[in-house]
Nanobody, 123 residues
């Protein structure tokens, strides 16, 4: 049973940094890619960043490129998302997702999801 548990959300001041962590357990070949999505109130869930479990490939969405870093910790089985220069428009529930299709930005390609963690950026 694959489980994804996010942590690290909370209140961030504009211009500051946020760091989220996703603990992955029960991983299978179906979770060869771990991605972060976010969903703001009244909006669709949006792709943010992805990384292969091997860590050899990663990328961030154009909307956050230059402010985003995704990484993984082999020893802890975690994937982290860091964003600097936080903006009020970064306010959303952030979700960690597991899938097997590299480079997919589609929620439908991710069978495994965490419960989400709220990030609020205050201006």
């Amino acid at each position: 049973q694959v489980q994804l548990i996010e942590s690290g959300g909370g209140l961030v001041q504009a211009g500051g940094s946020l760091r989220l962590s996703c603990a992955v357990s029960g991983r299978s070949i179906r979770t060869s890619t771990i991605s972060w999505f976010r969903q703001a109130p009244g909006k669709e869930r949006e792709f943010v960043a992805a990384i292969t479990w091997s860590g050899t490939n990663s990328f961030c969405a154009d909307s956050v490129k230059g402010r985003c870093t995704i990484s993984r910790d082999n020893a802890k089985n975690t994937v982290s998302l860091e964003m600097n220069s936080a903006k009020p428009e970064d306010t959303a529930v952030y979700y960690c997702a597991g899938g097997s299709i590299w480079y997919s930005r589609r929620t439908a390609d991710y069978p495994y999801w965490g419960q989400g963690t709220q990030v609020t950026v205050s201006s």
